[in-house]
């Protein structure tokens, strides 16, 4: 892969941020995707000095007229545990120095998560991915991905290979915003530009072309120079930036090529846009958005578009 610098940047203590995060949702299940979220949750909750609301959904009960005991032993025995679990959390020190709340809600996640969204004003919901291979998604249906097409905010999904990476939690020093440029951008647009303001990264804007789209009459340089055009388009009309940008262009399959060059340029956050409200989303297997979330070496910012 090669890469084409757009402006040397001229950095300046003086930049303002563009986009803050006030209140961060951290939706758990305590598992171990959920402990690498977790750190990435308090890590951007400090770095922007938001309020944390560490969120766990209990399954809703079955409804009847007469409750059986075994069922009422069973939700009980639920509540028990998430409360035991929320405890071990709070007394681990992580939430440490970090304007927090707890929660342990009832009911089905979507409208659980929905109303929490909106009550509480959250800009930020952090969450991790288990990455289930296609077959296993296409029957259980991925909860991640549910979340983060419908979620009327951004979603950073840490996924099982960003987990295992030890990159969680550390600075940002490298952004990757992977576009369509045929879709309105202007939400993922702006929070890659933020991200990179904000903590002086590098800024890699990458757009993804299939073998497909190339006709004979409009070869491989044309479509990579009309790329390059579109994409300088989207960077601000000042003559100075406060941080390093850069542009790359490749031919091949998108969420293979956006992990590959996540890796080149050593991202820290991968900016992708996706459309919300995509039915059924959640049990097809292969979607570009979940292909990437799934094996990103770093957590993927999931915006709505």
């Given at each position: 892969m090669?890469?084409?610098?757009i402006r040397q940047p001229q950095l300046s203590p003086a930049r303002s941020s563009q986009v803050g995060f006030r209140t961060i949702l951290f939706a758990t299940d305590f598992g171990p995707s959920s402990q690498a979220a977790l750190r990435e949750a308090?890590?951007?909750?400090?770095?922007?000095?938001?309020?944390?609301?560490?969120?766990?959904?209990?399954?809703p009960e079955t409804y009847y007229d007469v409750i059986p005991e075994g069922a009422l032993l069973e939700a009980?025995?639920?509540?028990?545990?998430?409360?035991?679990?929320?405890?071990?959390l709070l007394i681990s020190g992580g939430l440490r120095d970090i304007l927090h709340e707890v929660q342990i809600q009832r009911g089905s996640i979507d409208a659980v998560l929905a109303?929490?969204?909106?009550?509480?004003?959250?800009?930020?919901?952090?969450?991790?991915?288990?990455?289930?291979?296609?077959?296993?998604?296409?029957?259980?249906?991925?909860?991640?991905?549910?979340?983060f097409r419908t979620s009327p905010c951004p979603v950073l999904v840490v996924g099982p290979q960003a987990a295992t990476k030890?990159?969680?939690?550390?600075?940002?020093?490298?952004?990757?915003?992977a576009t369509s440029l045929s879709s309105p951008e202007d939400g993922p647009r702006r929070l890659a530009l933020s991200l990179a303001q904000e903590h002086q990264a590098r800024l890699?804007?990458?757009?993804?072309?299939?073998?497909?789209?190339?006709?004979?009459?409009?070869d491989t340089e044309?479509?990579?120079?009309?790329?390059?055009?579109?994409?300088?388009?989207?960077?601000?009309?000042?003559?100075?930036?406060?941080?390093?940008?850069?542009?790359?262009?490749?031919?091949g399959s998108p969420e293979e090529e956006i992990v590959a060059a996540a890796r080149a340029v050593k991202a820290d956050r991968i900016v992708l846009g996706v459309r919300r409200?995509?039915?059924?989303a959640s049990h097809l297997p292969g979607t570009i958005a979940y292909e990437v979330v799934r094996n990103s070496p770093c957590p993927v910012l999931i915006v709505p578009k």
């Open positions: 090669s890469t084409a610098m308090t890590a951007t909750a400090r770095a922007y000095e938001a309020r944390l609301l560490v969120l766990h959904v209990l399954p009980k025995e639920q509540k028990r545990w998430a409360e035991h679990q929320m405890t071990q109303k929490t969204i909106e009550s509480e004003k959250v800009d930020l919901v952090v969450l991790g991915s288990h990455g289930l291979k296609s077959a296993r998604k296409l029957v259980f249906g991925s909860v991640a991905e549910h979340i030890g990159r969680i939690g550390r600075s940002v020093h490298s952004v990757l915003w890699t804007m990458l757009h993804v072309w299939q073998a497909s789209q190339a006709f004979p009459y409009r044309r479509l990579r120079r009309e790329a390059s055009q579109k994409l300088e388009e989207f960077l601000p009309e000042e003559n100075v930036l406060w941080f390093p940008a850069s542009m790359l262009m490749v031919e409200g995509h039915p059924h």
